[in-house]
């Protein structure tokens, strides 16, 4: 099966700098990546997909990156603000996996006022 | 957007008891649906795979016995937790694929259900 690994678990920023987190994957044959922004006891919101055939997708502060050959993939949130800080989980389907998400471990993100 | 919601957002019951969650998708079908159990400040496991028509598929160590799972029609999975103890006190979130014109697989949750047993 696909294995996720994220890093950081925890990230403090200024606001108004920058943030990236990385996961890696496992399975060459994963071919849709997802990541999430979770607050306290909310439900995971998609922020930002990007698939495998793509190798950048931006959506205004938001951006992801995925590098096949290495099999790793990362999300860049510049001029981050109070309000970005959650929890921030990426994650990878394996094509064929019956559309089965296998999540990373998840990065606590505080922007520092 | 696609909605999912999940019912009831939190519960509070005794040890021994049952307890069932629905889950819906309200503005598409979903012939799939997974629920996932999250513990404080821990990642989303997936439990089981909600299959409309079929028999569930459960994880790993998850009891299919304990964690009964059906999926009555295309906008409605339920997870039941029978015979409750303390250590079934979790956050239980349910998802649905939504696909698109590329087969996308985008996924969308529910609100999650806070579940304490006491």
């Known amino acids: 099966g696909e294995n996720v690994e994220q890093h950081p678990s925890t990230l403090s920023v200024q606001e108004g700098d920058s943030a990236v987190i990385k996961c890696t994957y496992s399975?060459?044959?994963?071919?849709?990546f997802p990541w999430y922004k979770q607050e306290l006891g909310k439900r995971p919101q998609l922020i930002i997909d990007?698939?495998?055939?793509?190798g950048e997708k931006k959506d205004q502060r938001i951006a992801v990156t995925l590098n096949k050959t290495a099999k790793h993939f990362s999300l860049h949130i510049t001029e981050t603000q109070p309000e970005d800080s959650a929890v921030y989980f990426c994650?990878?389907?394996?094509?064929?996996?019956?559309?089965?998400?296998?999540f990373g471990s998840g990065t606590q993100l505080t922007v520092l006022p | 957007g696609a909605v999912v919601s999940q019912h009831p957002s939190w519960v509070i019951c005794k040890s021994g008891t049952s307890v069932k969650i629905e889950c819906r998708s309200l503005d598409f079908q979903a012939t799939t649906m997974f629920w996932y159990r999250q513990f404080p400040k821990q990642s989303l496991m997936l439990m089981a795979t909600s299959n409309e028509g079929s028999k569930a598929t459960y994880e790993q160590g998850v009891e299919k016995d304990k964690f009964l799972i059906n999926h009555a029609s295309l906008t409605l999975s339920t997870l039941t937790v029978t015979s409750a103890h303390p250590e079934d006190s979790s956050f239980y979130i349910c998802?649905?694929?939504?696909?698109?014109?590329?087969?996308?697989?985008?996924?969308?949750f529910g609100p999650g259900t806070r579940l304490t047993v006491l």
């Open positions: 399975d060459s044959a994963s071919n849709y």
């Open positions: 990007i698939r495998s055939n793509v």
């Open positions: 998802s649905a694929p939504l696909a698109g014109a590329v087969g996308t697989d985008t996924q969308y």
């Open positions: 994650a990878a389907l394996l094509s064929g996996s019956a559309r089965q998400l296998t």
